[in-house]
């Protein structure tokens, strides 16, 4: 009866299993294979093609443009992940101390994290371009009077607050649980020993919501190499290319450009880059954890 | 050593200190949108070239610009597709996510399904644009280049981290709820309907909520799947709309309002199920 029953579960848990599975392999996997075909070859997007072997991997390595789209996009993600990680904990901090309207106030710091990438790009754009340039005039300051957008140098950065001002909001969130679940006596004992302020911070806090930083920092080097929206919207890859991401590149070069099996081979490399980094960054912090 | 008092009373002190410096932190979350709404009330003439011109409050809060906005982006055509999209993802996700899951969670003892777990798993790590070029000729060979199309591989793109998320859950209901229901005659499916989907409630919540936020702000595939189809969703609505009429910043805005006000207002109702769903997600 009981083997029956067994038998008849394991065949209805195929039937559920199997047709999804292969829908996830005919959009997921045989896409990321297909991909791989098409950075074999010089595809333009349309017509005809020929194989090319790996000459697209070899022009890779040699084509500035691509070059920089890698150094503009690991700065970018490297940089934007440190700010918004120490932001995130000095807010996750004050909002969970004893405050008044805390709740309140935890819902308007996650608000950002709603909002569509894009349509904040535009609105920051705006601000970048007219706002703080007029701060900066109102305050005689000549490094604020121009436009973060209008240079090569300074673009980059305005990307950077863009982002972290999104992302800022999910990874207090996520410290923010972290710190419920150190238990109030812990900080008490603390006390007693004589670990107060950064101290406490650091000998006590900061340990403790270890895992916690290992998600935070995992999802923003993620989140960030592939940053797509606000580029499109902030800056459009510019000025004079020097905010182009990677992700950009590919869909700009593959699907307007014409370069289709060569960004494919760049979205190869791309991704070989996104796991290694995934599993180095989980292992690493890891490890970290079970030091402490 | 300090006394119990003493403590309550730092603590009390900071208290204060620490909501006020909050308080000022936040109007750095609302002054996007502060600036969002002035700009979107004015007509050009009022834009003096003065940042105070700019931010200041409108002489008369005309709702012009929405109404010419709302022509442009088709506004209510792009909002009932955004709205479809997300829905349709969302009960997908929910209903066929929650079963596979089901499914996968119950077998983790057979090696096949250990393996067809990390399978799926791993597809966490596949970036958008490795697929991105080959999905677009996929789905026009398929002639499911359409709102469809985008349902179909939303449900697929989020399969990963739902899937994930209903086996981890799954561990914590006992397998004898299961069983008793068996025993008295109810087929698998019949279980899983009256017995495992509604104790899944609380997954239910936050697979919803998440997978409704990244397809509803989603750009990448809406712009290679959708355009040139006429059917726009709200975030590629202002997308081609930047292109043509960008310059008019009082009618841009209101536009990128009209766009952030469905979500704003989602938020405003629900953002305690949100901020729970998006935490347990996060976390698990």
Request: hydrophobic share 50%; proline share 3%; with cysteine.
């Amino acid at each position: 009866m009981k083997d029956k029953l067994n038998s008849n579960r394991s065949r209805t848990f195929l039937a559920i299993t199997i047709p999804i599975v292969i829908l996830f392999f005919v959009f997921n996997t045989m896409a990321v294979i297909q991909g791989f075909g098409y950075s074999l070859t010089n595809f333009k997007g349309f017509g005809g093609y020929d194989f090319v072997g790996l000459r697209n991997y070899i022009d890779l390595f040699s084509d500035e443009r691509i070059i920089n789209s890698y150094i503009f996009t690991f700065g970018f993600a490297i940089i934007c992940t440190i700010l918004v990680n120490i932001i995130s904990l000095v807010l996750a901090l004050g909002l969970s101390s004893k405050i008044r309207a805390q709740g309140a106030l935890r819902a308007i710091y996650f608000l950002p994290n709603i909002l569509g990438g894009l349509v904040i790009g535009y609105v920051f754009n705006f601000f970048f371009t007219y706002i703080l340039p007029g701060i900066g005039e109102a305050i005689n300051s000549g490094a604020l009077s121009n436009s973060l957008l209008a240079s090569p140098k300074t673009a980059w950065f305005a990307l950077v607050i863009t982002v972290a001002w999104q992302a800022v909001a999910l990874n207090t969130l996520i410290y923010i649980s972290g710190l419920q679940t150190v238990p109030e006596d812990v900080y008490e004992a603390g006390a007693i020993d004589g670990a107060v302020g950064f101290k406490k911070f650091k000998n006590i806090t900061f340990p403790l919501i270890m895992p916690f930083f290992t998600i935070n920092m995992v999802l923003c080097m993620k989140n960030f190499l592939m940053v797509f929206d606000q580029v499109v919207s902030l800056t459009g890859g510019g000025p004079a290319r020097s905010t182009e991401s990677i992700s950009f590149l590919i869909y700009s070069g593959g699907l307007s450009g014409g370069a289709f099996g060569y960004q494919s081979a760049n979205a190869v490399i791309f991704f070989v880059v996104i796991v290694t980094i995934s599993i180095f960054q989980l292992r690493f912090l890891n490890s970290k954890e079970e030091q402490l | 050593m300090l006394k119990k008092s003493q403590l309550a009373r730092t603590a009390k002190k900071t208290n204060r200190t620490i909501t006020f410096w909050l308080l000022v932190g936040s109007l750095s979350v609302f002054f996007p949108l502060y600036m969002t709404i002035m700009i979107a009330f004015k007509d050009p003439s009022q834009m003096s070239n003065s940042i105070a011109g700019i931010l200041a409050f409108p002489k008369s809060w005309s709702f012009d610009n929405f109404q010419q906005a709302m022509a442009i982006t088709d506004f209510w055509h792009t909002l009932s597709n955004s709205i479809l999209i997300t829905g349709a993802t969302m009960i997908v996700a929910v209903i066929f996510h929650s079963l596979i899951g089901y499914a996968i969670g119950r077998s983790m003892q057979k090696r096949g399904y250990r393996l067809l777990y990390l399978y799926i798993i791993s597809g966490m790590f596949v970036p958008f644009a490795i697929i991105m070029m080959p999905i677009v000729k996929q789905t026009a060979m398929l002639g499911i280049d359409n709102r469809f199309g985008v349902v179909l591989l939303y449900s697929i793109f989020y399969l990963p981290m739902n899937l994930m998320l209903y086996t981890g859950y799954l561990k914590n209901i006992p397998l004898s709820l299961e069983e008793a229901a068996a025993i008295d005659g109810a087929s698998t499916f019949k279980t899983f309907w009256s017995v495992i989907f509604p104790l899944m409630k609380p997954m239910h919540a936050t697979v919803a909520v998440l997978t409704a936020l990244g397809t509803w702000n989603d750009v990448m595939l809406p712009l290679v799947l959708l355009s040139g189809t006429g059917q726009n969703t709200l975030p590629i609505a202002q997308l081609n709309f930047q292109s043509q009429f960008g310059t008019n910043y009082n009618l841009a805005f209101a536009s990128y309002l009209l766009a952030l006000i469905p979500m704003l207002i989602i938020y405003i109702i629900g953002q305690k199920q949100i901020i729970k769903g998006v935490v347990n997600g996060a976390i698990k």
